[in-house]
C-alpha cells in the first residue's frame, strides 16, 4: 500500500488542520503516519470538518444556499457531501485511471538485482547513464501496456467519449509549428546520436546527455535563486526555498513524482524525489514556478479569481526555461539541456496534441478508431530518426495527461510562449514586473490577458517564427561545438 513519508509533526506547519489536509492530499488514503492510535480518530474527525469547510468554501459558490445552509454545521455539510458523493455513478474516467493504477508497479530483475518502478518514476529511470538499464526498464515499461492493451483500450475510448472535446484556439498554429519544425527537431536527434556516438538512436536515448555531470540540492538551489533573480521576486523565492516547504528527496514509502500543492486554504508546499541530476534541477525551478504563483496571488488577493488552473504551465515553463538559459554557455552539455526542455514540452506534448485531436474528432463523429495505429504513425512522423518500436503504439494508453482535453496542448503553447517571455525579461527594462503583475492579477491567463500584461499577441506569426529560429539557433550552435571537437 503507498504512503507518504512525512511525519505530522514535522510536516511544515503548527496548524493542525493544516497538517491533516496536507496528510491526505499527499496520502490519499488517510494514512496518517506516526500517530498513536487513540490520536488517529481524532484526527480523522478534524480531517472530516476541514475538508468539508474546504469542500465548501472552494467548491460551492458561496451564494448558493448550500453553502449557508451548511457553513455553520459541518456535521451535516460532510454527511450530505458523502450522501452526493456515494449517489454518482463512476465516472469513465476514474474507471481508467483506478485501472491504471492497478497496473502501475513493476518488478524486473537486472544484472541480479530486483528493480522496482512504477508510472511516475519511469521516466527518472529512463534519465539513467547506463544505456542496457534505460532499455531495459523501456521495453519492460512497453511489455506491460501490452499485457494490459485489451482492457485499457475500451477504459480509454469511453473516457474521451464522455468528455466534450473541443478544439483549443491556437491548435492550427501549433500544428503548422511541429509540420514546419519536424526536420529541424529530427537533425538535433542525428545530431544526438553522433554525440552520444551511437549507431541508432532510440526513445530511451532521447532525453540522455552523458556530459551531466550530478549536482547536490544546495548547489541546485544557488542556481535557481541566480537564474530567477532577473523576476525582482527574490524574497519569494527565498521563502519558498527556505522555509521547510520542499520535501526534497526521497524516502522509503514516499510517492514518486514531482508536484506542488494547489490550495487557497494553504501554502503551496512542493514534493520533490531530488537525485541530483540537471533534470531535478530543472524540475525543482519549475515547480517554484507553481509555488511562486500560487503564494503572489494569495497575497495579492486574486487566488480565488484564476479561473482555469491548466494555464499554469506558463509560469512553470518560463522559470524552468529561465534556468536553463542562465546555465547556457559554449558547451554541448547546456546546449543539450535547454533543447531537451523544449523537445519535451513543445514537441513531444505537441505530438501527443495532434493524436489527441485526430482520436477524439474522429470518436465524436462516432467513426470506429483503431488508436494504437494513429499513435504509431503519428509518432513515426514526428520522430523519423529515430527508431521505433512496434510496441511504442500502445505507449498512449498511459500518458496520463490524456485524463483531461487539451492539457498536451498546454505544454505546447505554454513552452513557445515562454521562450518569448524569457527573451522579453532578458532584453526589455522593466519587462519581469509586467511579468509578474501578470501572474498576480490576471483572472485567466488566456490570449486577452497575456495581450494586455505581456504584450504578445498570440495570434502574430511572428510569435511563432521567433521560436522557431531560436531552436535553429540554438541547433547551429549545437552543430559548430560538435564538429569542432
Known sequence: MKCYSWNLDKLFTNDEFEKIIIADILNKKHLFLNLAVDEKEEYKRLFIKYYTFCNLKLYINKKN?????????????????????????????????TYLEKISNRKFSYQGKDISYNDVSYSKNLNSKDRNYRKSVFIDYLENILEN????????NNMKKSQSYLCPIHFDKIKILLEDTISLFNSYFEMKKKILKLDNIYFYDLFTNKENEKIEYQQAKKIVKNSLSVLH????????LENNWIDVYPKKKKIDGYFTIKSYDMNPYILLNYHNTYKDLFLLSHEIGHSATYFLRKKNKTYLEMKNFDDMEIPSLVHELLT?????????????????????N??????????ENEFCLTLKEKQAIDGASLYGSIKKKYFNKITILENEKYEYLKVKHFLNNNYCY???????LAISIVRKIHQEKNYSDKYINFLKQAELYDDKAIKEYLEIDLDDKD?????QKEIESLISQLGKIYENK
Do not use: W
Open 65 to 97: 444556499s448550500l453553502y449557508i445552509k451548511y457553513k455553520n454545521n459541518l456535521d451535516e455539510a460532510y454527511r450530505s457531501l458523502v450522501n452526493i458523493k456515494t449517489t454518482n455513478k463512476i465516472s469513465d474516467k476514474k474507471l481508467y485511471l
Open 149 to 156: 492493451h485489451e482492457q485499457l483500450m475500451p477504459l480509454f
Open 233 to 240: 521576486i527574490e524574497k519569494v523565492i527565498d521563502f519558498i
Open 324 to 344: 536553463a538559459y542562465y546555465l547556457l554557455d559554449d558547451s554541448s552539455k547546456s546546449i543539450m539541456n535547454l533543447l531537451d526542455i523544449v523537445v519535451n
Open 346 to 355: 513543445f514537441y513531444r506534448y505537441g505530438m501527443f496534441t495532434i493524436f
Open 410 to 416: 498546454k505544454y505546447a503553447i505554454s513552452c513557445v
Open 463 to 467: 510569435v511563432y517564427l521567433f521560436f
